[in-house]
T-cell receptor
Framework: GAGVSQSPRYKVAKRGQDVALRCDPISGHVSLFWYQQALGQGPEFLTYFQNEAQLDKSGLPSDRFFAERPEGSVSTLKIQRTQQEDSAVYLC??????????FGPGTRLTVL | AQKVTQAQTEISVVEKEDVTLDCVYETRDTTYYLFWYKQPPSGELVFLIRRNSFDEQNEISGRYSWNFQKSTSSFNFTITASQVVDSAVYFCALSERVVQGAQKLVFGQGTRLTINP
């Protein structure tokens, strides 16, 4: 597709469940970012990939959060043992250079 | 540390009015980029503009204009003759260099703009 796609668009999980969020970046984009956007807030950086290498994971809030991009294209953000404070919109962005990041529609995660 | 402040939480104007969204940033970098994104109710962040720290020339794109002033660390956004379709949350963002040339974004809290008919 022409843009960044994310799935699922909405996810409801019971507290303690594991979830996996998928991101399909724009074809050819080397850089991939994950951000977390809490309600009424701006997005906050979680982690960054350059191709398949995870070069920065300083924004991941706990060791329950794990991201991978094994073949340098599709990426998955996994959250283990979800907690209510994990409820947020998770945004994926890809870029070819510092010129700008292009965002997907996000996955809205609600943890009950 | 990098920081972006959007002091206006919400703005409401009547259609056709001009409106300015303020953005103030803090950075120790000498080279950086500033961005504005629009987030309509659908949720997707839409890229509006990128500005290099070395280029202080103001920019106009249709009804949109941007005023970058390095001396006051501000990058304000003006919509002229606002329309209902401009209603959205607008985010200002600052790039922060991560390893190997990539730039992660530091966002402000956003300004919710409502244009009333």
């Amino acid at each position: 597709g022409a843009g960044v796609s994310q799935s699922p668009r909405y996810k409801v999980a019971k507290r303690g469940q594991d979830v996996a969020l998928r991101c399909d970046p724009i074809s050819g984009h080397v850089s991939l970012f994950w951000y977390q956007q809490a309600l009424g807030q701006g997005p906050e950086f979680l982690t960054y990939f350059q191709n398949e290498a995870q070069l920065d994971k300083s924004g991941l809030p706990s060791d329950r959060f794990f991201a991978e991009r094994p073949e340098g294209s599709v990426s998955t953000l996994k959250i283990q043992r979800t907690q209510q404070e994990d409820s947020a919109v998770y945004l994926c962005a890809s870029s070819l250079s510092a010129r700008g990041q292009f965002f997907g529609p996000g996955t809205r995660l609600t943890v009950l | 540390a990098q920081k972006v402040t959007q002091a206006q939480t919400e703005i409401s104007v009547v259609e056709k009015e001009d409106v300015t969204l303020d953005c103030v940033y803090e950075t120790r970098d000498t080279t950086y980029y500033l961005f504005w994104y629009k987030q309509p109710p659908s949720g997707e962040l839409v890229f509006l503009i990128r500005r290099n720290s070395f280029d202080e020339q103001n920019e106009i794109s249709g009804r949109y204009s941007w005023n970058f002033q390095k001396s006051t660390s501000s990058f304000n956004f003006t919509i002229t003759a606002s329309q209902v379709v401009d209603s959205a949350v607008y985010f200002c963002a600052l790039s922060e260099r991560v390893v190997q040339g990539a730039q992660k974004l530091v966002f402000g809290q956003g300004t919710r703009l409502t244009i009333n008919p």
